[in-house]
């Protein structure tokens, strides 16, 4: 092999490339990019649980349709595989929701428990209801309640220190696989 020939072949330390070095790291997420085109006023200016039923399940990222509340993957999760369940009807808070609807958002729930610990192997949940923009909800016009999967194993130093969060799949993929359990559920 000639000399320049071996030159070629060598790897090439990431400090020689072009640019200035720094301490961040990168955490690539291009499923962030619709929220980022979209701009912060597209959420202001149309609902966006009251938008995702009017989708494909795919576009809505739908996992599962109800009768009067539906199941669709948080486009920021916290974790992969995290579910909201919403109602179709535009209301704000828990207490103004009908018996039906509380009643369809709890067996939602439930299944969507079931499906997350088959597919995901979760070891338990975070779920919840932020209601009003004072106590923390993104959207607090549509009542929806989180269901977040959560392992015992995935506690790292990511979230504490680098205020990071790594998420190994992305959102198309999460939605295949919930929604081909939920029909075995």
């Known amino acids: 092999m000639t000399d320049a020939a071996a030159s070629e072949s060598e790897t090439v330390p990431s400090s020689e490339f072009a640019g200035v070095p720094d301490g961040f790291q990168r955490l690539w997420t291009p499923h962030r990019m619709a929220y ?20 494909t399940d795919a576009d809505g990222l739908i996992v599962h349709r109800g009768k009067s509340a539906y ?22 808070t828990y207490d103004q929701a009908t018996a039906e609807e509380t009643q369809e958002i709890a067996e939602l729930t439930q299944t969507a428990m079931r499906v997350l610990r088959a597919v995901s192997r979760c070891d338990g949940f975070n779920i919840g209801m932020n209601q009003g923009a004072v106590a923390g909800a993104g959207v607090d016009e ?21 205020r990071t969060k790594a998420l190994p799949q992305l959102l198309g993929d999460v939605r295949e696989t919930l929604a081909a359990a939920w029909l075995t559920d």
């Open 36 to 55: 980022i085109q979209a701009g912060a006023d597209a959420m202001r200016a149309a609902c966006p649980f009251c938008a995702a039923p009017g989708k």
């Open 142 to 162: 549509h009542l929806h309640q989180h269901v977040v999967p959560r392992w015992a194993s995935d506690a790292n130093f990511f979230p504490i220190i680098a």
């Open 71 to 92: 199941v669709l993957l948080n486009l920021f999760p916290y974790n992969s595989g995290h579910l909201l369940v919403c109602p179709y009807r535009h209301t704000a």
